[in-house]
């Protein structure tokens, strides 16, 4: 086994023992007692997804508003609320780890600006 191979199975395991994923797993474990509340929140969450993965809207705040209002009621319950922090606090700690990685090496992405 390669030394790159070996350190991204220890962050691979650094990551499964952090803070960060343990609590979404409580979270995502919660949510998913709930079933319908599930369907919502990942109806909502594939939302999400496909407006910031797609340049197809004419007017991307009118969509985020849409979509606010839509879901709003799955802020006031609070399995899905907690799912939703827990996923965002592992995202970013994962584009952190990204981020890191991009920038200590000489990879440009100038490109994308």
Known sequence: MSEIDRLKNELAEAVKNSEEYLNFIDC??????????????DEMRRKNFELHNSEGFDNPFDTIDDISRKYEYVDAQD?????????????????????????????NLDFLK
């Open 28 to 41: 995502k474990n919660s949510l998913a007692e709930n079933p319908d509340t599930q369907r919502i929140v």
């Open 79 to 107: 399995v899905a609320s907690d799912f939703l922090k827990a996923e965002l606090c592992l995202c970013r700690m994962v584009q952190d780890i990204c981020k890191t990685i991009i920038e200590d090496i000489d990879f």
